[in-house]
């Protein structure tokens, strides 16, 4: 089994920034890809971002040019820096991980932007 266990949500004032971890551990091993993904209540969950093994990113167009992915393989660990926060950016993100082509779920952390 993969835990994946997320920290960094808050509260933010609008234009202010934070740092999402996420670490997974258990039985983790080729790890495909990680990633941010959120959901606000009546809402689908969507993807915010991912990194593949190799490096490759891929954002929601509504993060562009303010959230970045990174990761840290050695560590199992994923990050999501959000900057110019916004208060449409308010949800709980999800850390995911694709291991060996399964794909676990953090629990979720909840990031609130305040206008």
């Known amino acids: 089994q993969v835990q994946l266990v997320e920290s960094g949500g808050g509260l933010v004032q609008a234009g202010g920034s934070l740092r999402l971890s996420c670490t997974a551990s258990?039985?983790?091993?080729?790890?495909?890809?990680m990633g941010w993904y959120r959901q606000t209540p009546g809402k689908q969950r969507e993807l915010v971002a991912t990194?593949?093994?190799?490096?490759?990113?891929n954002y929601a167009d509504s993060v562009k040019g303010r959230f970045t992915i990174s990761r840290d393989s050695a560590k199992n660990s994923v990050y999501l820096q959000m900057n110019s926060l916004k208060p449409e950016d308010t949800a709980v993100y999800y850390c995911?991980?694709?291991?060996?082509?399964?794909?676990?779920w953090g629990k979720g952390t909840l990031v609130t932007v305040s206008s």
């Open positions: 990194i593949t093994s190799g490096g490759s990113t």
């Open positions: 258990g039985t983790v091993f080729n790890i495909r890809a």
């Open positions: 995911n991980v694709n291991s060996n082509y399964v794909l676990y």
